[in-house]
């Protein structure tokens, strides 16, 4: 198949936001199409109108253009086939519906729900697939049909299976066999006319020409279904590649007891599109035995959908958050000192003067060092900016019987410093510890406390310089206030 023919398509449904499942089958089916400089396509699954919701195509959109996974065709960037939306092609689904019908590959079912019941429930007893006695009814008559239509009977339009096993090829899993009593005649268009999954996606497959489906294994039953409507209709099935499921890492399935499953709490929750990018390639495919970081240049050029893994792929929170802390440590540093900027000013609610954008250049190489999400930026420099208020669980930790003591002997000793700069500072607080006999910990730790209103922050030398003296001079009275308040 030469490069101008390979189509590929992701299609989210718009009833709920961006699922990672979703963003990892659209980076899969993009990467194929840009190895083979083939077309990518977004097309909107809309059918379900009740709970679809145009919030959700802003989601999907705005989700695919944060990774930068560009398209071709679809949804905003437009196309030869209209607005690839479904509920703006009903007309074209029923006219498919009707044409199987007028072929004899299909019928109007005016069975009730509790006859369809019935049946199923017989083919349990007998232990056969539930769909086993779901079949064209043999009494059934065209005219009788036109008939029962006429009189304003309701019925849906189910697919005539033929009644032979289908077998295929798949990229991912080899040779495929569904034998022909797992097939049951599915519906194509219910009663009220709205098409189903299976017939909406189908004719869309085939009016797009798309070459190549990569979706979830979870749909991998229902392949053989649209095989069989292709080759009704008309047309050549495209070549499937089903996907590995994504597992958390307790083995389950992932779902919403693993944590956040939509990209748009990644996107808000401090990562980056690049470490996203990298990681949600490994998630059922590698770029070689040896290498975890890669960029999309790579990745576009090693990928290949046969080498897809079969077994589940493992969606690891914390793999993701250590994997971004290497990208936000490889940052350049004027890359991070904007990201930087952008973090804190989020977390203030305001924008940064040109002396407050100073002081945190200068802290940001440590913030750097030590941060892995951008989320984390902005409270960790909280303390150059704005009054801080105490973590109660840091001040039970820190502030115990020692703390009055190295917090008299901080004061003093910072008060004597001649030039305020890291070196100074240092040097004047390791001799406080020596003079009064305290370790790191019990000596310094009151001091971050005082001066960040946590034990976590930036290294103690490099924050005091940061700060103003006067200002590190309040907070360390203002603790001790505290201090005093507490013990009296």
């Given at each position: 198949?030469?490069?101008?023919?390979?189509?590929?398509?992701?299609?989210?449904?718009?009833?709920?936001?961006?699922?990672?499942?979703?963003?990892?089958?659209?980076?899969?089916?993009?990467?194929?199409?840009?190895?083979?400089?083939?077309?990518?396509?977004?097309?909107?699954?809309?059918?379900?109108?009740?709970?679809?919701?145009?919030?959700?195509?802003e989601d999907i959109v705005e989700g695919f253009r944060w990774l930068d996974l560009d398209w071709d065709e679809g949804v905003e960037v437009g196309g030869p086939y209209g607005t690839y939306r479904q509920s703006d092609r009903f007309d074209r689904y029923r006219e498919a519906a009707g044409s199987l019908v007028e072929s004899g590959r299909a019928y109007y079912d005016f069975r009730s729900a509790a006859e369809l019941d019935e049946l199923r429930s017989r083919a349990r007893g007998e232990k056969r697939p539930p769909g086993y006695y779901i079949?064209?009814?043999?009494?059934?008559?065209?005219?009788?049909q036109r008939r029962q239509l006429a009189a304003g009977e309701r019925a849906v339009i189910r697919f005539s299976t033929p009644g032979r096993p289908v077998e295929f090829h798949d990229l991912v899993r080899g040779r495929v066999r569904f034998e022909a009593d797992t097939i049951d005649d599915f519906v194509m268009l219910r009663s009220d006319g709205s098409p189903t999954y299976h017939l909406a996606s189908t004719v869309d497959d085939i009016d797009y020409r798309i070459s190549h489906v990569a979706r979830?294994?979870?749909?991998?039953?229902?392949?053989?279904?649209?095989?069989?409507?292709?080759?009704?209709?008309?047309?050549?099935?495209?070549?499937?590649?089903?996907?590995?499921?994504l597992f958390g890492p307790d083995g389950r399935k992932l779902s919403k007891r693993h944590g956040d499953t939509s990209?748009?709490?990644y996107r808000e929750g401090g990562?980056?599109?690049?470490?996203?990018?990298?990681?949600?390639?490994?998630?059922?495919?590698?770029?070689?035995?040896?290498?975890?970081?890669?960029?999309r240049?790579?990745?576009?050029?090693?990928?290949?959908?046969t080498d897809v893994q079969k077994s589940p792929a493992v969606f690891d929170r914390e793999k993701l958050t250590w994997m971004n802390g290497l990208y936000m440590r490889s940052m350049e540093a004027t890359d991070f000192v904007a990201l930087a900027a952008d973090s804190v000013e989020a977390d203030l609610?305001?924008?940064?003067?040109?002396?407050?954008?100073?002081?945190?250049?200068?802290?940001?190489?440590?913030?750097?060092?030590?941060?892995?999400?951008?989320?984390?930026?902005?409270?960790?420099?909280?303390?150059?900016?704005c009054d801080i208020a105490y973590d109660a669980k840091a001040w039970r930790k820190v502030m115990k019987a020692h703390a009055r003591q190295a917090l008299v002997a901080a004061r003093a000793a910072l008060d004597a410093v001649g030039d305020w700069t890291t070196g100074d500072i240092e040097q004047a607080l390791r001799a406080m510890l020596a003079a009064e006999g305290l370790n790191a910990r019990k000596g310094w730790q009151p001091i971050r406390v005082a001066i960040t209103g946590t034990n976590i922050s930036p290294p103690l030398f490099e924050s005091l310089a940061a700060l103003p003296r006067d200002v590190v001079m309040a907070r360390i009275a203002a603790a001790l206030d505290e201090v005093t308040r507490a013990e009296s």
């Open positions: 198949m030469n490069s101008s023919s390979v189509r590929l398509r992701i299609a989210p449904s718009p009833t709920g936001y961006l699922h990672v499942g979703n963003v990892r089958a659209a980076l899969f089916n993009w990467l194929y199409a840009r190895r083979t400089g083939g077309v990518f396509i977004i097309r909107i699954d809309d059918t379900d109108q009740a709970r679809s919701d145009d919030r959700y195509i079949r064209r009814p043999p009494d059934s008559d065209p005219e009788d979830g294994e979870d749909l991998l039953s229902s392949t053989p279904k649209h095989i069989l409507l292709t080759e009704a209709l008309g047309g050549e099935h495209p070549e499937y590649a089903h996907l590995p499921l990209l748009r709490a990562y980056l599109p690049e470490a996203v990018f990298n990681y949600m390639s490994l998630l059922g495919w590698s770029f070689d035995p040896d290498t975890e970081i890669f960029g240049e790579q990745a576009i050029g090693a990928f290949d959908l609610g305001r924008s940064l003067d040109d002396e407050e954008r100073g002081r945190l250049a200068e802290l940001a190489p440590l913030l750097q060092e030590r941060t892995r999400l951008t989320t984390d930026i902005g409270p960790a420099a909280r303390f150059l900016f």
